[in-house]
């Protein structure tokens, strides 16, 4: 086996591959391009196009394809191959700069929002120099936007390259008050922390509503959960530990770097992190994680559950994504510095993600809403709906010091206090700034910010287009307020003062989950949008259109588009999931009660017949707990068909409010007897794998 560093990023055309192919000074004018500052031009387009067909040929590559991120929240790509027909029958492989830098997939099965009709179906994919392309199954894969005949996103990509220059150009304004004039551009990094389930092929085929819906739709709680806390950290199992190899060197050899991975607190729970990128590239890695995990699971009979609560009763998966801001002279501008002049800089950085996150607390909500994540947040280690920000006790004593005019000494959280373990062998340990709050849903962890609240399968592109684009908006405003004034330090101290004085209400160190909390938030005015629907109603606020609009995230249509995307999307899962109910409940788990029910009667009657003294209480008293049960399921599958059968709501807020409180509470309903039943019908009829089975198999 090859090591790590031979593999890393061996099918990647990443700059190890461009400076031993490219000529020097294309090397230079690609990169530049990368980094913001020029454009590409049809000759250096052909030489780089002409290299990279090269390299992946070379790689056993047969085909290339635009890979790009539609509003689906998964990735799309289609391939050709580099195969040209010459007259004489001739066949040579061949890529151009102007295939390199454009295609054409036919958008009209893409999700729009209305922004083309149907039978509008031009939709263009443009090259993304900022993201390596790689090979994965033989296609040269090139990072692409994807855009309509009149200019529009049509992805998630477009919208996060736009937040980012938004932070950049806002963050240099602020960053040039500080003297700091060798810094010449401002990037967002991102390191997600991805989690998943490991189930068995086999035992997932035998469920429609894995099949279908990547979750169990009924599902009697095992016996054993994730109470004793076994798995969480534990010794990873043969099996796993075999997947996780192979995943492990997949991404390497695609350049994305894989770093952490561990049992998560559920059985049959996972994780894998990566570490930091530039958010485009952090977001393109992301997805490559999500495609790689379920293509492993496949050759090794898994399969790779990224629903965001795929069990009742247990862990649902999250998705936690770490954001700071770092300049291009390497300095985190989320680090607390040593010095008065890094203290100041960071308070007002800090400042700004404070006030961001209170005033814009409902886009935070929108940037992680989804159906499957309706079901996860709010219990077992996911954070509530309501949005706050957790920033330990130390900075929030630095802020309460500056708040009143004091003057704040390091005596309790010294950076140099030590921890006295009490055993001599064990080196003396330095405590954090921080501790860590895991109900927090946007949490302050040393020198980055971390959003807790984002579900497994969604695309990090979503969140981080909103966290740019809201502290983009808090750094102009202090930008505006300080370049005009005459005495920047005075200014300075009054503008962190007069923002922590009106924002501190979305600070909260304490237990996210407490009933208490949710009184405290209330009393403070901050929203508990607690579902998707709730939340998305807020997207075309105008406050919300004028804040994207003006920092040329998105057009106005353009929200409106995602509006309508994210809410039919909504109503479409809820619809698939409701018909899935009924098909299992009529199809199998009604057929199977019946069965079981037969075979009690005969076992009964049988007794009877043999003699009339033994006694069949026991298969009596089944039977008629399960005829009980039988009614109600008759009744509550009766209910969903007609939630279901409903003439369709033109309007998409008011389709999603009926799914959400109709639909879904009729779904609880079946669900609820359904489970009831599981526990009294025999495993031997019971028509499919249970939780036992599934959790514990692998």
């Known amino acids: 086996m090859d090591s790590v560093s031979e593999i890393f990023g061996s099918m990647v055309f990443g700059d190890a591959a461009m400076l031993k192919r490219l000529p020097k000074d294309t090397y230079k004018k690609l990169k530049s391009v990368a980094q913001a500052r020029g454009h590409i031009d049809s000759d250096i387009s052909d030489i780089v196009a002409n ?46 700069g102007k295939e390199l830098m454009k295609g054409e997939p036919d958008a009209s099965s893409f999700p729009s929002g209305g922004l083309r009709a149907t039978f509008e179906a031009r939709g263009y994919t443009a090259w993304d120099p900022t993201s390596y392309a790689f090979i994965r199954d ?82 009697l709680s095992p016996p054993k959960g994730q109470e004793l806390g076994d798995h969480y950290f534990g010794a990873i199992k043969p099996r796993v530990i075999d997947f996780m190899n192979d995943v492990n060197n997949e991404l390497w050899k695609l350049g994305v770097p894989a770093k952490t991975e561990h049992n998560e607190v559920a059985p049959s729970q996972h994780e894998v992190a990566v570490t930091f990128a530039c958010a485009n590239v952090a977001t393109d890695h992301n997805q490559i994680v999500m495609e790689v995990v379920q293509s492993v699971a496949d050759k090794k009979d898994l399969v790779c559950l990224l629903h965001e609560k795929p069990f009742l009763g247990i862990n649902g998966s999250g ?27 960071f308070l007002l950085f800090l400042c700004a993600i404070i006030k961001a996150a209170d005033e814009y607390q409902d886009l935070l909500r929108i940037s992680v809403a989804s159906a499957g994540n309706d079901h996860r947040l709010g219990a077992n280690e996911a954070p509530p709906s309501i949005i706050s920000i957790f920033l330990g006790d130390e900075l929030t004593e630095i802020l309460d010091a500056l708040e009143n005019h004091q003057t704040y000494f390091e005596t309790k959280t010294d950076r140099s206090e030590k921890i006295e373990l009490g055993v001599s062998v064990l080196a003396n340990m330095f405590r954090d700034v921080t501790d860590r709050n895991r109900t927090s849903p946007f949490a302050f962890t040393g020198n980055k910010f971390e959003l807790r609240m984002l579900g497994s399968k969604s695309s990090v592109a979503d969140c981080n287009t909103i966290l740019n684009t809201i502290t983009a908006e808090e750094l102009r405003k202090f930008a505006d307020i300080l370049e005009k004034s005459k005495n920047l330090e005075e200014q300075l101290r009054d503008l962190i003062t007069d923002t922590i004085k009106q924002h501190k ?173 599981e526990d009294i019908v025999s495993k031997e009829f019971w028509p499919y794998p249970t939780y036992s089975d599934l959790l514990f198999s692998v």
């Open 319 to 345: 998705k936690h994504n770490n954001w700071s801001i770092s300049t291009n002279t390497g300095v985190n501008l989320l680090e607390p510095g040593s010095s008065p002049y890094e203290n100041a800089q």
């Open 138 to 219: 033989r296609i040269l894969c090139i990072p692409t936007a994807f855009y309509s005949y009149s200019g529009e996103a049509l992805d998630k990509k477009i919208p996060l390259l736009r937040s980012m220059e938004a932070i950049n150009k806002q963050a240099l304004r602020v960053l040039k008050l500080f003297g700091n004039e060798d810094v010449e551009s401002v990037t967002t990094t991102v390191g997600p922390e991805q989690e998943y389930f490991l189930i068995d092929k086999e035992l997932y085929k035998k469920r429609k509503d894995l099949i279908f819906c990547n979750r169990t739709l009924f599902g």
């Open 505 to 677: 209400r979305i600070i909260f160190n304490g237990n996210s989950y407490s009933e208490e909390w949710k009184k405290e938030a209330k009393k403070r005015g901050l929203l508990n949008l607690k579902t998707t629907v709730h939340a998305l109603i807020h997207l075309k606020k105008q406050k919300n259109i004028k804040l994207f609009s003006e920092h040329g995230v998105y057009t106005e249509a353009e929200i409106k588009s995602k509006f309508d995307v994210d809410m039919r999307n909504y109503c479409i899962i809820i619809d698939i999931e409701a018909k899935t109910m009924l098909s299992m409940v009529k199809q199998e788990i009604i057929p199977s009660v019946i069965n079981y029910q037969r075979e009690l009667v005969k076992v009964s009657l049988m007794k009877k017949f043999l003699n009339k003294n033994l006694n069949s209480y026991l298969e009596d008293e089944i039977s008629q707990k399960i005829s009980i049960l039988s009614r109600e399921l008759l009744t509550r599958t009766e209910n969903l068909e007609k939630a279901v059968d409903f003439k369709k709501i033109s309007d998409l807020a008011k389709r999603a409010t009926y799914y959400q409180d109709s639909v879904i509470g009729a779904m609880n309903k079946l669900r609820e007897v359904v489970d009831k039943l």
């Open 51 to 96: 290299a990279m067909k090269n390299w992946a040929v070379e790689k056993g590559a047969t085909h290339f394809a635009h890979w790009f991120q539609p509003m689906t929240g998964v990735t799309a790509r289609k391939n050709d191959s580099f195969i040209s027909c010459k007259n004489s029958g001739e066949v040579i492989m061949e890529f151009s």
